[in-house]
């Protein structure tokens, strides 16, 4: 007999590894170039969940690209997930926060014009 617990723990481990394989699948780049992609936290009430970059992710210039792909998509892939919050180790010193807020084509209701700069290789 299973109680409400053990069927709550059962989804959310079904949905914490189905956000490691995601990350895993989407963004091999991550781990290929010494990077590293840590779940921080899942609020499976809100829909929220925080992932952390690490290791060579911290000081690449392309990782706000990366973080930004990892909103766009994970929230289309994982229909639980509302909302992504995802940073670089570098919080203080001019990474993850502040500065240029890449942007994706299809991602806002904004597609036209300007220069987009350049694509992310993934």
Do not use: W, Y
Request: proline share 6%.
């Amino acid at each position: 007999m299973s109680t409400d617990t053990e069927t709550e723990t059962q989804e959310g481990d079904d949905l914490e590894e189905r956000i490691s394989n995601f990350l895993r699948r989407n963004f091999p780049q991550i781990q290929m170039h010494g990077g590293s992609a840590a779940i921080q936290n899942i609020d499976r009430e809100t829909g929220e969940v925080s992932i952390q970059l690490g290791g060579a992710c911290s000081g690449c210039g392309i990782s706000p690209m990366t973080i930004q792909a990892i909103k766009s998509r994970m929230v289309k892939e994982i229909p639980e997930i509302n909302q992504v919050h995802a940073e670089t180790g570098m919080d203080g010193m001019g990474g993850g926060s502040g500065g240029m807020s890449p942007s994706f084509p299809g991602e806002s209701s904004d597609d036209e014009g300007g220069d987009e700069g350049p694509q992310a290789p993934f």
